[in-house]
């Protein structure tokens, strides 16, 4: 792509991800950033990894985290978070990332919940990186589904159960967005965003602001790049994938893909459609 680099500025960086044949719904990261800098973006799934040398610093949910070595990464579904090195040589870690039912299927548990997206936990996150490590080569579906259940017995105890389970209250903005959501090639206003809350356009974006900690244009493109990627995957060539998600052009979602992901487009649906060459990450 004109003007798009194929890879990583810094050629420490590489990222990689692979989906199971047998299993959809989950989906396998590995990666060593040094330079990178992830802009805000959220995934539909629970989010579990181990940081295996170096340190990271991230905002989740509003709220800055450091995770080094020995860490375990445990995120919920749809927080936003960013991503950068804290060291000179930055970070190596593995994650995994769960629908909520492929959760509740391995589990048997209605649902699970993170107090803390950080927990240090030299053994447990050696063990959770070994798993992680071992389902990355697993070809044979029976043996993948076991090293499943096991490497979620790592962290289970970390874990709320049934707490999202209960009826609450829908969220403040869930209205906003979900017309955010159901708008992601369209152009949106302030004003209309603040109509649906029922507040003043510059009142409706502080208090969208302290509700989220990003402003309503960072939560559309998270929302925007989270639908790339889940076309990316099935198949649809990018040209497409740019216009159903409101991308100026082919290059602009390149552009925004790799600086949330860490992949062009192109990358990540060879990676996760094909069994990439495996490579130091």
Not at 47 to 72: K, N, P, T, V
Request: proline content about 4%.
């Amino acid at each position: 792509m004109q003007g798009v680099p194929e890879h990583f500025e810094a050629t420490q960086d590489s990222a990689e991800f692979r989906h199971p044949a047998h299993r959809p719904g989950v989906e396998l990261y590995r990666a060593h950033i040094v330079r990178h800098s992830f802009e805000p973006h959220a995934h539909d799934a629970y989010g579990l990894g181990a940081i295996e040398s170096g340190a990271e610093r991230f905002r989740y949910a509003g709220s800055e985290q450091f995770a080094g070595a020995g860490s375990l990464l445990l995120m919920n579904p749809d927080a936003l978070h960013t991503g950068r090195a804290e060291t000179e040589d930055g970070w190596r870690y593995r994650m995994i990332y769960l629908d909520r039912d492929v959760l509740e299927q391995v589990t048997g548990d209605s649902a699970w919940s993170f107090d803390d997206a950080v927990r240090h936990d030299t053994a447990r996150a050696a063990r959770l990186g070994q798993g992680l490590q071992a389902l990355w080569y697993c070809t044979e579906p029976l043996a993948f589904d076991s090293l499943l259940a096991e490497l979620l017995d790592v962290v289970r105890p970390d874990a709320r159960v049934g707490r999202l389970a209960r009826k609450q209250a829908r969220p403040r903005f869930a209205e906003v967005n979900d017309f955010l959501r159901a708008h992601l090639d369209q152009t949106v206003r302030l004003e209309d965003l603040a109509q649906l809350a029922g507040l003043s356009p510059f009142h409706f974006l502080r208090q969208f602001r302290a509700q989220h900690h990003v402003t309503p244009q960072q939560m559309l493109m998270a929302y925007r790049m989270h639908e790339a990627k889940r076309r990316l995957a099935a198949g649809e060539a990018a040209a497409q994938v740019a216009a159903a998600t409101g991308m100026v052009d082919q290059a602009h979602l390149t552009r925004s893909f790799a600086r949330r992901y860490g992949v062009t487009p192109g990358r990540y649906q060879r990676q996760v459609r094909g069994r990439a060459t495996v490579s130091g990450a």
